[in-house]
């Protein structure tokens, strides 16, 4: 679970809705600011249990740099509302929100597509459709949801980057942790098991966040996630399937980076993945899991350099 350093909004950013077939999402806009060159638009999607607050720190260093960054939160998390039942959580499922939500922005940005709207359609590319095209992120669990939109419409994503996401399912002690947030997801509710979680973290002698405001923020948000989410996301991401060869044959411009200290997927098998991909593999120092709230504006430029090698 990422922790985001604050939560209250940088300079030139709004909380926005996207629509999808599935529901609204909750989403995070920043705009560059005036004066700057537009450079395109990416879309970051958060993992398991996390949210668009986990890339809060980046922001405005993207539109800084010309870009427009909207990070969501993906159904049934934080404060996008979801369906009570785990199956509407798979990943096809999920990549066909991701799709509603490229087809909406590309249309707010003046482009028009024959899919717009759906989320499922077809790859048949043209000159307007080219130039729509958006740079997507995936972080951990989100970079198993980017991976499965980007094969199914590789004509639609100008850039994947993958962070700290490996090539399948979640292995070793973060498999364990999933596996018991999916068992007492069937029998609790979330705020049961954030009271849960805390009385474990007391008992380790793990600190809280020094900030109030973010301490606050990391309950509300944990009780706001939908439960058949839990379930369903958890179900998912300890079922993956190495999809590897199939996302090196699509011939998209790739990135992979991770934290210098993950412990998720492990450093080295991300590294192999990348060379499967034949994509740079970026190590972002002074991080684990979570670079964008760890070290941000290491990650931030991580991110717009390699947009714009591939712009």
């Not at 997927?265 to 994509?279: D, H, S």
Request: glycine residues 10%; charged residues 20%.
């Amino acid at each position: 679970m990422s922790t985001p350093p604050f939560v209250d909004l940088p300079p030139h950013t709004q909380a926005i809705q996207l629509p999808t077939a599935g529901g609204p999402l909750a989403a995070l806009r920043a705009t560059p600011p005036e004066g700057v060159t537009r450079q395109g638009i990416a879309v970051l999607v958060p993992g398991y249990t996390g949210s668009k607050e986990d890339f809060i720190a980046v922001l405005a260093p993207l539109a800084a740099a010309g870009y427009q960054a909207v990070a969501i939160d993906q159904r049934g998390q934080n404060e996008s509302a979801g369906p009570e039942d785990p199956e509407a959580y798979t990943l096809p499922r999920l990549a066909a929100d991701l799709g509603d939500v490229v087809d909406e922005l590309s249309d707010a940005d003046g482009h028009t597509d024959s899919s717009a709207g759906t989320g499922t359609g077809t790859n048949a590319s043209t000159g307007a459709d080219a130039a729509a095209r958006i740079h997507i992120m995936g972080h951990s669990f989100g970079g198993l949801v980017a991976r499965e939109y980007a094969l199914a419409h590789p004509t639609r994503v100008r850039t994947l980057a993958i962070l700290d996401s490996g090539p399948a399912a979640i292995p070793g002690r973060s498999a364990e942790q999933a596996k018991l947030l999916v068992a007492a997801a069937s029998f609790m509710t979330s705020a049961e098991i954030w009271a849960e979680m805390q009385k474990m973290a007391a008992a380790e002698g793990a600190p809280g966040h020094p900030d109030e405001c973010v301490r606050d923020f990391l309950q509300r948000r944990f009780e706001h996630n939908d439960t058949g989410m839990l379930v369903g996301m958890g179900t998912a991401i300890l079922s993956a399937t190495d999809r590897t060869a199939e996302l090196a044959a699509a011939g998209l411009p790739i990135l992979v980076a991770a934290g210098a200290g993950d412990d998720a997927w492990p450093v080295q098998a991300q590294k192999e993945m990348a060379t499967r991909l034949g994509a740079d593999f970026v190590l972002i120092e002074d991080a684990a899991h979570s670079p964008a709230a760890e070290n941000p504006a290491v990650t931030a430029r991580v991110l717009a350099d390699f947009w714009a090698q591939n712009g």
